[in-house]
């Protein structure tokens, strides 16, 4: 990540990265299948992030 950047943008941008990542298996197994994908999953190219 950038050095310019305020503390508070970078804790958003860090928000956004843990929140950016698949079920986990476990998850998936003791559901039995009924969740399976995270529907806040985001694509760095296709969305924007929008944290100001």
Same mark, same amino acid.
């Given at each position: 990540?950038?050095?310019?950047?305020? =503390?508070? $943008?970078?804790? !958003?941008?860090?928000? /956004?990265?843990?929140?950016? @990542?698949?079920?986990?298996?476990? &998850?998936?197994?003791? =559901?039995? $299948?009924?969740? !399976?994908?995270?529907? /806040?999953?985001?694509?760095? @190219?296709?969305?924007?992030?929008? &944290?100001?």
């Amino acid at each position: 990540m950038a050095a310019r950047k305020s =503390t508070t $943008r970078k804790i !958003r941008l860090l928000k /956004k990265i843990k929140q950016n @990542r698949p079920v986990p298996a476990w &998850i998936i197994i003791r =559901t039995h $299948r009924h969740v !399976r994908t995270n529907p /806040k999953r985001r694509s760095w @190219r296709r969305s924007d992030v929008n &944290i100001g």
